[in-house]
Structures are given as C-alpha cells and as structure tokens.
C-alpha cells in the first residue's frame, strides 16, 4: 500500500509545489500534443487556402468540450475531497469518494453515447457557417461522442492520482496514451501502408482508440494496491447517492463554469464564423488558440491542478496560509512559462503557423495578429489559473462560476455582440475581445484570492456515508 506524502503538506513550500507540479505540467503538455500533431498533419494532408480541415477539427473539439467539461465537474469534486482525505491520512473516504465517482462516470457515459450521436449535426450547425467545414467535423464529432468513454475515464483517473499526491502514474500513463494516439492518428490521417487515408476521421479514432490501455492499467494498480487509492472493501455497481452528492455540490459549480467558458468559446466561433471570410478565421483560432496557444494553457491547466491539490491536502492538514503561499508560487511558475512562449508568438510567428500550412492569406495575417495578442493573454491566464486552482482546491467553486459568466458571457460576448450591431466586427477586434476577457478574469479572481474567508470552508463526506463506511 503506498504511503501519503508528507512533503507536500511540510517543509519548502518551493519544493512542494514542484514535485507536484513539475509532472503534472509536463503530462499536460504531453497531453497537448496530439492535438498538436493532428492539426498539423491535417493542414499538411488535406490542405485548402482556408484550412478548412483545421477548422472543422477546433469547431468539433470546442463542441465536445462542453460535454466534457461538465462531466468532469464530478471529477473535481472527487478531487477536492481526495485532496482534504490525503491531507488528514484518510485513505478510506478518499477511496470511497474516487469508487463512486466512477461508478457514476460509467452511467453517464452510457447514456451520452447515443444522445451526443443524434444532436451532433445540430450543433455543428450552431457554430460552422460553411458546409465544408461542417462534413468534416461531423464524423469527427459522432466519434467522439459515441467512443469517448475512454478519454473520461482517463481524465478521472489522472485527477484522482494527482489529488492524492501521486502525480507521477499519470505522466506515465499520459506519455504512453499520447505516443499510441500519436501513432494511430498519424497512421489513419494520413492512410500509411494498405490502410486508406481517413483525414479527420482518423484523429478521432486516435484520440478514442489510445487512452484504452492506461485506463486498463490504472484499475488494475488500483486493485493490486499499488496506489494511494484503494479499491473499495465490497464491490456493489449501485451508486452511494449520499456520497455522490457531497461530490456534486463541490462539483457542479466548476462545471458550469467549465460550460460557460465553453459557451463563450462556442459562441466565439459562431461570431468569427459570420466574418467575410469565416472558414480562414476558424482557422487561424484553431491553430493559435486551440494548438499553439495550449503551450501555454495545457502547463497552466497543470498549474491549477497541482495548486488545487497542494491547497486542498494543506487546508486538509490545518495549514491554509501555507497552501495560499504554494499557490502563489505556482502562479509565479506559470507566468514565466507563459513569457517564454509569448517570445516566439510575438517574433516568430511565420515559423510557427508553417507547421501548420498557414502560409497563404487571409489565413496568414488573421494568425499573426492572434498570436500577438496572445502573447499577453498567456501571462494574464497563467496567473489566473493558478489562483483559481486555489480557489477551487479550498472547495470554493462557486465563486469561479460567477466570475466565469461575467467575464467569458458578459465581458467576451457583449463586445463581440456590440462590434456585430455596430457593423465593426473584425477578426483583430475579436481577439482584442479575448484578451479584454482575460484580464478581467484576472482582476476579478485576484480580489477573492486575496480574502481568507475561501479557505474556511468545510468540506466533508455526508455524515451518514461516513457512518456508512
């Protein structure tokens, strides 16, 4: 049985948070790129001058994602009580609340698979304007839905080892699902050796096809004791309720917050898609945002996660002020990594839209003015991640809810929609829009985080599934 680290509870706050960190950044990052890889072999393997292809793949991404991230709300309520039980040593409600979190995940999935199936050509018909971009992603999209399974759990399972404190499995298990879809997708995007080439198809099969061996391999850890999370001491496939809803208070406000952001993205790409020359600025918002922009995003995605734990097993373990010190450290972790990239958006971004065969105009220029605003974007969203990955691990989701709607609704679209009715609608007013957006993010999660009364919140199992254990 693997023992609870206590460094991360004591001693240098700096080493805490990058023991945690630094694996939990790097399997982000190594999350990210098989996106990355299946963008550019599509722009490279299905070319167009307005990239089409690449567009069809960020509208169904951004699509999914919504479904995604409300699902994973559950996941992060089980990860706030993992976090608080491995703070106290408490290996048995920390196991209790990771089995039902499963348990609850399988019965979700099994109902969204036909659901997502049916209503997907009528949410692409939301946010895509042209057909061609449209007859890509629609395959696309109904793969995902109907064969996702897979990529949930593994989501859940990389949540429930990092909370705990075991951060190093699901690199490794990250490592080997990203190489396999690397392979897969290569392989059926662009059709090696007697198999045909099936374009967007085949990033999606990639993407289904390889989490299937980590997740196998994570529940057979689980069930060996080879991990801070056991398996439960009596198996039952009928849900603790009780249990499930001390999870989805915790959880539900992170994803609405994770839809609204969604939505706002969704919405976006509805705006960008009324613009004279809509498919090349899908386009060019795939490639910066969704994949050159995730250099960025996937390490502060990280960030928050190990801030979310690092505060969460510290309050667990009586030490609030020391998780908040960790917090900060972590944002100071991100916003230096965010520079760093921000330096190749800003004086490389020739070389960068290449990868992508994003040479010809107006995809071009829409890409390099993009990547130029993103440039700041990524100091701002860094240090905003990281705090709210603060927030969030103290159990406090809903005020991250509230600032998510004011900022990525009110904020984001409310100039999108005023430049639209005034007629002032441009690809470079847009990503002005996004970066307004995220500096009010910041502003507005920085004057909570630095309040006390967020990490005074009680977060326990009901006491009636405690009794139960």
Same mark, same amino acid.
């Given at each position: 049985?693997?023992?609870?680290?206590?460094?991360?509870?004591?001693?240098?706050?700096?080493?805490?948070?990058?023991?945690? +960190?630094?694996?939990?950044?790097?399997?982000? $990052? *190594?999350? @990210?790129?098989?996106?990355? %890889?299946? /963008?550019?072999? &599509?722009?490279?393997?299905?070319?167009?001058?307005?990239?089409?292809?690449?567009?069809?793949?960020?509208?169904?991404?951004?699509?999914?994602?919504?479904?995604?991230?409300?699902?994973?709300?559950?996941?992060?309520?089980?990860?706030?009580?993992?976090?608080?039980?491995?703070?106290?040593?408490?290996?048995?409600?920390?196991?209790?609340?990771?089995?039902?979190?499963?348990?609850?995940?399988?019965?979700?999935?099994?109902?969204?698979?036909?659901?997502?199936?049916?209503?997907?050509?009528?949410?692409?018909?939301?946010?895509?304007?042209?057909?061609?971009?449209?007859?890509?992603?629609?395959?696309?999209?109904?793969?995902?839905?109907?064969?996702?399974?897979?990529?949930?759990?593994?989501?859940?399972?990389?949540?429930?080892?990092? +909370?705990?404190?075991?951060?190093?499995?699901? $690199? *490794?298990? @990250?490592?080997?699902?990203? %190489?396999? /879809?690397?392979? &897969?997708?290569?392989?059926?995007?662009?059709?090696?050796?007697?198999?045909?080439?099936?374009?967007?198809?085949?990033?999606?099969?990639?993407?289904?096809?390889?989490?299937?061996?980590?997740?196998?391999?994570?529940?057979?850890?689980?069930?060996?004791?080879?991990?801070?999370?056991?398996?439960?001491?009596?198996?039952?496939?009928?849900?603790?309720?009780?249990?499930?809803?001390?999870?989805?208070?915790?959880?539900?406000?992170?994803?609405?917050?994770?839809?609204?952001?969604?939505?706002?993205?969704?919405?976006?790409?509805?705006?960008?898609?009324?613009?004279?020359?809509?498919?090349?600025?899908?386009?060019?918002?795939?490639?910066?945002?969704?994949?050159?922009?995730?250099?960025?995003?996937?390490?502060?995605?990280?960030?928050?996660?190990?801030?979310?734990?690092?505060?969460?097993?510290?309050? @667990?373990?009586?030490?609030?002020?020391?998780?908040?010190?960790?917090?900060?450290?972590?944002?100071?972790?991100?916003?230096?990594?965010?520079?760093?990239?921000?330096?190749?958006?800003?004086?490389?971004?020739?070389?960068?839209?290449?990868?992508?065969?994003?040479?010809?105009?107006?995809?071009?220029?829409?890409?390099?003015?993009?990547?130029?605003?993103?440039?700041?974007?990524?100091?701002?969203?860094?240090?905003?991640?990281?705090?709210?990955?603060?927030?969030?691990?103290?159990?406090?989701?809903?005020?991250?809810?509230?600032?998510?709607?004011?900022?990525?609704?009110?904020?984001?679209?409310?100039?999108?929609?005023?430049?639209?009715?005034?007629?002032?609608?441009?690809?470079?007013?847009?990503?002005?829009?996004?970066?307004?957006?995220?500096?009010?993010?910041?502003?507005?999660?920085?004057?909570?985080?630095?309040?006390?009364?967020?990490?005074?919140?009680?977060?326990?199992?009901?006491?009636?599934?405690?009794?139960?254990?």
């Amino acid at each position: 049985m693997k023992p609870f680290d206590e460094e991360i509870v004591s001693g240098s706050i700096l080493r805490s948070v990058w023991k945690l +960190a630094w694996p939990v950044t790097l399997l982000n $990052l *190594v999350n @990210g790129m098989h996106g990355f %890889v299946d /963008n550019a072999l &599509v722009g490279h393997y299905l070319s167009s001058p307005d990239n089409a292809a690449n567009a069809s793949i960020g509208v169904a991404w951004s699509v999914f994602l919504v479904i995604v991230v409300f699902i994973a709300s559950l996941f992060h309520g089980m990860n706030v009580l993992i976090s608080r039980y491995a703070g106290r040593q408490d290996r048995e409600n920390l196991s209790r609340a990771a089995y039902q979190s499963f348990l609850c995940s399988v019965f979700i999935l099994a109902i969204l698979a036909p659901v997502g199936y049916v209503i997907a050509p009528y949410l692409l018909d939301f946010v895509a304007s042209e057909a061609r971009v449209k007859a890509y992603a629609l395959p696309y999209l109904r793969i995902m839905f109907t064969c996702g399974a897979p990529l949930f759990l593994m989501f859940m399972f990389t949540g429930a080892f990092q +909370a705990s404190g075991d951060p190093k499995i699901p $690199l *490794v298990l @990250g490592i080997m699902t990203t %190489v396999l /879809n690397i392979v &897969v997708s290569t392989v059926l995007i662009v059709g090696l050796g007697p198999l045909p080439a099936l374009g967007t198809v085949g990033a999606a099969v990639g993407t289904v096809v390889a989490p299937v061996p980590s997740v196998i391999i994570a529940i057979v850890l689980i069930l060996r004791g080879k991990t801070i999370i056991q398996g439960p001491a009596h198996y039952s496939f009928r849900p603790d309720f009780r249990v499930l809803k001390t999870i989805t208070r915790i959880g539900l406000p992170t994803g609405i917050q994770g839809v609204l952001l969604n939505l706002g993205g969704i919405f976006l790409l509805r705006y960008i898609g009324q613009l004279e020359h809509s498919a090349a600025a899908q386009a060019a918002y795939t490639i910066c945002y969704a994949q050159l922009f995730s250099l960025v995003t996937w390490t502060c995605f990280g960030l928050r996660s190990a801030a979310a734990t690092l505060m969460g097993q510290n309050i @667990g373990a009586g030490k609030p002020a020391r998780g908040k010190q960790a917090v900060a450290v972590a944002s100071v972790f991100g916003a230096v990594w965010a520079m760093f990239w921000g330096l190749f958006y800003w004086f490389a971004p020739g070389l960068l839209l290449g990868i992508f065969e994003a040479v010809d105009e107006p995809v071009f220029s829409y890409g390099k003015s993009l990547l130029q605003y993103l440039t700041f974007s990524g100091i701002v969203l860094a240090i905003t991640l990281a705090l709210t990955g603060g927030l969030q691990g103290a159990g406090e989701t809903k005020i991250p809810m509230y600032i998510a709607f004011l900022t990525q609704i009110l904020v984001l679209l409310g100039i999108c929609e005023y430049l639209k009715m005034s007629g002032m609608l441009t690809p470079d007013r847009v990503w002005m829009a996004i970066f307004i957006s995220h500096l009010s993010r910041l502003v507005l999660t920085y004057a909570v985080f630095r309040t006390e009364r967020w990490t005074e919140k009680r977060i326990e199992l009901s006491e009636e599934a405690v009794e139960a254990g």
